[in-house]
T-cell receptor, first 112, second 111 residues
Framework: EAQVTQNPRYLITVTGKKLTVTCSQN?????MSWYRQDPGLGLRQIYY???????DKGDVPEGYKVSRKEKRNFPLILESPSPNQTSLYFC???????????FGNGTRLTVT | DAKTTQPPSMDCAEGRAANLPCNHS???????VYWYRQIHSQGPQYIIH???NNETNEMASLIITEDRKSSTLILPHATLRDTAVYYC????????????FGEGTQLTVNP
């Protein structure tokens, strides 16, 4: 089944403790992206990647890192999480030729 | 990308057609109109997209006005499972990448 898989689904952590949220897709998509969703602010793009070893900042990249060493994986790294990064995170992927975005089921992160 | 304007909420009776409007008066000629929906904190789901012509698939129909300044998403026979936030997006990105999601329309389908 074609899908975008995020892990974990829920994560509670403390300020400053490094964490990684994984994202994997099995559709051989070139494009992958991370979004965060907060009440009243909608979905905002954090980082995106057009292909392996190619990443770029989205609208809200501060406090986040990403890497794209393999086509299928696009992990989101929070080196020193802070409470303002408490949010619902989504990973998405697509091809680069007129195709829709496929989203994962989300990761709900709480930083205390 | 062009700004889109949608009503914050709409109601629809189960079994009736749901018509969700979207204004994109500043849309340029190479910008597509995309529709996604999000059911209660799940990942957004692609519904349909179009450039100039009306489009139909198994989920919905997309009607784009001739001047392309507005569009309507039609769910022909709404069910309770169609209750969701619906996002209308105008973008020149043919890959669907770099889409900017606004607040969308909360559609509630009532029994």
């Amino acid at each position: 089944e074609a899908q975008v898989t995020q892990n974990p689904r829920y994560l509670i952590t403390v300020t400053g403790k490094k964490l990684t949220v994984t994202c994997s897709q099995n559709m051989n998509h070139e494009y992958m992206s991370w979004y965060r969703q907060d009440p009243g602010l909608g979905l905002r793009q954090i980082y995106y990647s057009m292909n392996v070893e190619v990443t770029d900042k989205g609208d809200v990249p501060e406090g986040y890192k990403v890497s794209r060493k393999e086509k299928r994986n696009f992990p989101l790294i929070l080196e020193s999480p802070s409470p303002n990064q408490t949010s619902l995170y989504f990973c998405a992927s697509s091809t680069v030729s007129n195709s829709p975005l496929h989203f994962g089921n989300g990761t709900r992160l709480t930083v205390t | 990308d062009a700004k889109t304007t949608q009503p914050p909420s709409m109601d629809c009776a189960e079994g009736r057609a749901a018509n969700l409007p979207c204004n994109h008066s500043t849309i340029s000629g190479n910008e597509y109109v995309y529709w996604y929906r999000q059911i209660h904190s799940q990942g957004p789901q692609y519904i349909i997209h179009g450039l100039k012509n009306n489009e139909t698939n198994e989920m919905a129909s997309l009607i784009i006005t001739e001047d392309r300044k507005s569009s309507t998403l039609i769910l022909p026979h709404a069910t309770l499972r169609d209750t969701a936030v619906y996002y209308c997006i105008a973008s020149r990105e043919t890959s669907g990448s770099r889409l900017t999601f606004g607040e969308g329309t909360q559609l509630t389908v009532n029994p």
